[in-house]
């Protein structure tokens, strides 16, 4: 069956990088989209962007460009979420999610990555 | 930007009974060229990522039982628990794919038994 498993919790300081995996089992990797949704401590869910793994090209939420990429390994069918300069409103909970091409809803969800920033 | 606006924040329901949800976006979720909604619900229990309910507003997703509904077209829908059940406990949110980037969400209706 489906599955999208996901590393493990991270804790970073301040400043530095964060880069999340999502490794897809059970069906044709390329055949999908990946989103990235987090969820803050107690919050809603709130939509990073999407990755097409078949040829690596990526759509980010305006206020993460330039801090947030996503890329694919088509070997492993892993995809990767990096966030630069963390601050302490990116601690939450990150959940990678598979979509169809044409239909952008989300049928199958990772478990999800706690990604804590603390000084 | 769509603004996913769902009513109310929170609700308590008997078990047995009826609970409604409420999801308004700022602009219409139908595609005239295909007469479809895109609109999809989610339930998300504590500690666990969200499980799809519903999509195309009224789809419902395998496996999900009947006693979850969802309806409404434009820009007005709601999802409908028939008989609540203890299970049922949970976040639910609505979820626009109409128009992206960016796809958005409503703030989240929690659910409790009275």
């Known amino acids: 069956q489906v599955q999208l498993v996901q590393s493990g919790a991270e804790v970073k300081k301040p400043g530095a990088s964060v880069k999340v995996s999502c490794k897809a089992s059970?069906?044709?990797?390329?055949?999908?989209?990946i989103h990235w949704v987090r969820q803050a401590p107690g919050q809603g869910l709130e939509w990073m962007g999407l990755i097409n793994p078949s040829v690596g090209s990526a759509s980010y939420v305006k206020k993460l460009q330039g801090r947030v990429a996503m890329t694919r390994d088509t070997s492993t069918s892993t995809v990767y979420m990096e966030l630069s300069s963390l601050t302490s409103e990116d601690t939450a909970v990150y959940y990678c999610?598979?979509?169809?091409?044409?239909?952008?809803?989300?049928?199958?969800w990772g478990q999800g990555t706690l990604v804590t920033v603390s000084s | 930007d769509i603004v996913m606006t769902q009513s109310p924040d929170s609700l308590a329901v008997s078990l047995g009974e009826r609970a409604t949800i409420n999801c308004k976006s700022s602009?219409?979720?139908?595609?005239?060229?295909?007469?479809?909604?895109?609109l999809a619900w989610y339930q998300q229990r504590p500690g666990q990522p969200p499980k799809l309910l519903i999509y195309?507003?009224?789809t419902r997703e395998s496996g999900v039982p009947d006693r979850f509904t969802g309806s409404g077209s434009g820009t007005d829908f709601t999802l409908t628990i028939s008989s609540l059940q203890p299970e049922d406990v949970a976040v639910y949110y609505c979820?626009?794919?109409?128009?992206?980037?960016?796809?958005?969400f409503g703030q989240g209706t929690r659910l409790e038994i009275k």
């Open positions: 059970g069906d044709t990797f390329t055949s999908y989209y």
């Open positions: 999610a598979r979509g169809l091409k044409f239909s952008l809803y989300f049928d199958y």
């Open positions: 602009q219409s979720l139908l595609y005239s060229s295909n007469n479809k909604n895109y």
């Open positions: 195309w507003a009224s």
């Open positions: 979820q626009q794919y109409h128009s992206h980037p960016p796809i958005t």
